[in-house]
């Protein structure tokens, strides 16, 4: 079965320090990954996708396959960055199967 | 475009009754999705639906039923609640693959309790 795993719950940074959320996945020959947000009192919202390799609010992921990795990661955490993050993985008939989550906040 | 609109936001059921959860979208989407978010459990696909009068069956499809009689409606339809069942429920919906990497539109999520 095709599995997203987020091994932190819950993760919590000061302001300005770097932040890294973790994301393996299971195994994949061409995999498309995602991550998507969830602001407090928000809709969940796509933050960004490996196939971009694009930077969004100062965020970056990296596919490393021999890993089976995606984390996310920003340099300078801000407290807006405050919010659940999870990541997803395309899997057959156009479904996502989404991480555990993970609950970060970034302290002032 | 209001996007994805789910009805009602919150509701409270007693075990063994009966609800149905609204799904609509305007955005001419085929793609729509059930998940259920239970906290340190991420988010479980329900049901999902390829197209009009097409459906079928995600990771946790038992206690639920789902029907998709035009490209816009999704409802859920839960027949004998249980506790079990509580959660927050999230539609979702995407355009054709070639048009779209991957990108799921969501609802704003309804809370179900279940006593």
């Known amino acids: 079965a095709q599995r997203v795993t987020q091994p932190e719950k819950l993760l919590s940074v000061f302001k300005g320090a770097p932040v890294e959320l973790k994301c393996n996945y299971s195994?994949?020959?061409?995999?498309?990954l995602f991550w998507y947000v969830q602001y407090s009192r928000q809709r969940l919202q796509l933050l960004l996708r490996h196939i971009s390799r694009e930077s969004i609010k100062g965020f970056t992921a990296d596919l490393n396959k021999g890993e089976t990795s995606f984390h996310l990661k920003k340099p300078f955490a801000q407290e807006e960055d405050s919010a659940m993050y999870y990541c997803?993985?395309?899997?057959?008939?156009?479904?996502?199967?989404f991480g555990e989550g993970t609950q970060l906040t970034v302290n002032p | 475009n209001a996007g994805v609109t789910q009805t009602p936001k919150f509701r409270i059921l007693k075990i063994g009754q009966s609800m149905t959860l609204q799904c609509t979208q305007d955005?001419?989407?085929?793609?729509m999705y059930w998940y259920r978010q239970d906290p340190g459990m991420g988010l479980k696909l329900i049901y999902y639906?390829?197209?009009?009068?097409?459906?079928d069956k995600g990771e946790v499809p038992n206690g639920y039923n789902v029907s998709r009689s035009t490209t816009e409606d999704f409802p859920l339809r839960l027949e004998l609640a249980a506790p079990s069942q509580t959660s927050v429920y999230f539609c979702?919906?995407?355009?054709?693959?070639?048009?779209?990497?991957?990108?799921?539109?969501f609802g704003e999520g309804s809370r179900l309790t279940v006593l």
């Open positions: 997803a993985k395309e899997t057959s008939g156009s479904r996502l199967t």
């Open positions: 639906s390829v197209g009009a009068g097409i459906t």
């Open positions: 955005m001419n989407h085929n793609y």
């Open positions: 979702a919906s995407r355009p054709v693959r070639v048009a779209n990497t991957g990108e799921l539109f």
């Open positions: 195994y994949s020959g061409s995999p498309e």
